[in-house]
């Protein structure tokens, strides 16, 4: 019960497109869910989290929608710009740890 | 304020070796972790701390230990390395509010280990 399943794998879209990766989760315990963002040859940072009080957060051009009944949260970016080229990884909290889905390599062509 | 800081950025060593690897934190954490990383499977974590003298069991224990001996460190040693452990290692640490991780992770830059 402590897999997190991360869909796509890859993502390829249009500038200015809108891009959606999802994650879905069984551990009913699980109230924590961050979302990090990797650019090429450089270290993971938060973009954004969300707790399970919450069905969705948003911050500028990127939000997280969570639906705590189905176990799945999303990662929602709009207007998207070759910037937002990276590798995004979902987690969710399980105990003392964070456990990450196997992450989505999103292009942003110009 | 250098955040989390790692040494060394990169190493080779042939099976059978060992090596510890060294994360420093100077923003006062409790919270520290060990992850690794290999193409397609996301950050997988190793051991953690939830403060100084403290140490648990990750995801991927085996063939590593830790040790957190002072608050601002956090080593991963490999006391006989072997292929499977190539990969790129990253450290973590965050602020605790309370019991669990729900805090943002700050990330060090990541070691490069490649075990021949």
């Known amino acids: 019960g402590e897999n997190v399943e991360q869909h796509p794998s890859t993502l390829s879209v249009q500038e200015g497109d809108s891009a959606v990766i999802k994650c879905t989760y069984s551990d009913s315990a699980s109230n924590y869910f961050p979302w990090y963002k990797q650019e090429l040859g450089k270290r993971p940072q938060l973009i954004i989290d969300i707790r399970s009080n919450v069905g969705e957060k948003k911050d500028q051009r990127i939000a997280v929608t969570l639906n705590k009944t189905a176990k799945h949260f999303s990662l929602h970016i709009t207007e998207t710009q070759p910037e937002d080229s990276a590798v995004y990884f979902c987690g969710k909290n399980a105990g003392n740890m964070l456990t990450f889905g196997g992450g989505t390599r999103l292009m942003v062509k110009p | 304020n250098a955040g989390v800081t790692q040494t060394p950025k990169f190493r080779v060593l042939k099976t059978g070796q060992s090596m510890t690897l060294l994360c420093a934190q100077d923003m006062n954490h409790e919270y520290m972790y060990w992850y690794r990383q290999d193409p397609g499977m996301g950050l997988r974590l190793i051991h953690y701390?939830?403060?100084?003298?403290t140490t648990a069991k990750g995801e991927v224990p085996d063939g590593y230990n830790v040790s957190r001996l002072k608050k601002q460190n956090f080593l991963l040693g490999l006391e006989s390395a072997a292929p499977s452990q190539t990969s790129v290692y990253f450290c973590a640490s965050s602020y605790s509010w309370g019991p669990g991780p729900y805090n943002e992770q700050f990330f060090g830059p990541g070691t490069r280990l490649t075990v021949l």
């Open positions: 701390s939830v403060g100084e003298g």
